[in-house]
T-cell receptor, first 112, second 110 residues
Framework: DSGVTQTPKHLITATGQRVTLRCSPRSGDLSVYWYQQSLDQGLQFLIQYYNGEERAKGNILERFSAQQFPDLHSELNLSSLELGDSALYFC???????????FGPGTRLTVL | AQSVSQHNHHVILSEAASLELGCNYSYGGTVNLFWYVQYPGQHLQLLLKYFSGDPLVKGIKGFEAEFIKSKFSFNLRKPSVQWSDTAEYFCAVRGDKLIFGTGTRLQVFP
């Protein structure tokens, strides 16, 4: 158990819908990262927040957005969902802006 | 541009065989290097990391990796694999950002 928690574990929804994935970092960690893992794309970095501010952006679609709240938990919002958005979404956290990342158990999103 | 490549996509071994998984990167500056493991149905776990110092790094579960700067490599090794090592292994490199390789799927048969 890494100390990073993610909810929900599984999410099944339809195309065109919007979902919110939640992540709580390890105690004391200020950075939160979001990743998408799919069979064809592998593990792709989406976005990083540090202490409430966006720090880095990766291959994140415009339909996706994220934020980090004052209590340091983070939410990833996925809208206008497409079949291709079906994937595992991982959250990771680290102490500083560039420390070792510890991963959560992931949310498996299925878009039907 | 920063990149990382894992040459072995799928490795099949018998128990007690030795393992070496390749990882090469390209980046012009100082890097931090990581190996993560993902057991079936589970999340990524850190196996080992290299920031500086001794280029031979020992991790959990008997794994080690050697950073060879001249070859831009950080290969993962284990002298004797077990069935429980069946998993996917990801090399990751942080230069100006953290990038993961495509992963190597290891299957160990008893």
């Amino acid at each position: 158990d890494s100390g990073v928690t993610q909810t929900p574990k599984h999410l099944i929804t339809a195309t065109g819908q919007r979902v919110t994935l939640r992540c709580s970092p390890r105690s004391g960690d200020l950075s939160v990262y979001w990743y998408q893992q799919s069979l064809d794309q592998g593990l792709q970095f989406l976005i990083q927040y540090y202490n409430g501010e966006e720090r880095a952006k990766g291959n994140i679609l415009e339909r996706f957005s994220a934020q980090q709240f004052p209590d340091l938990h983070s939410e990833l919002n996925l809208s206008s969902l497409e079949l291709g958005d079906s994937a595992l979404y991982f959250c990771a956290s680290s102490v500083g802006e560039s420390g070792t990342q510890y991963f959560g158990p992931g949310t498996r999103l299925t878009v039907l | 541009a920063q990149s990382v490549s894992q040459h072995n996509h799928h490795v099949i071994l018998s128990e007690a065989a030795s393992l070496e998984l390749g990882c090469n990167y390209s980046y012009g500056g100082t890097v931090n290097l990581f190996w993560y493991v993902q057991y079936p149905g589970q999340h990524l776990q850190l196996l080992l990391k290299y920031f500086s110092g001794d280029p031979l790094v020992k991790g959990i579960k008997g794994f080690e990796a050697e950073f060879i700067k001249s070859k831009f490599s950080f290969n993962l090794r284990k002298p004797s694999v077990q069935w429980s090592d069946t998993a996917e292994y990801f090399c990751a490199v942080r230069g100006d950002k953290l990038i993961f390789g495509t992963g190597t799927r290891l299957q160990v048969f008893p």
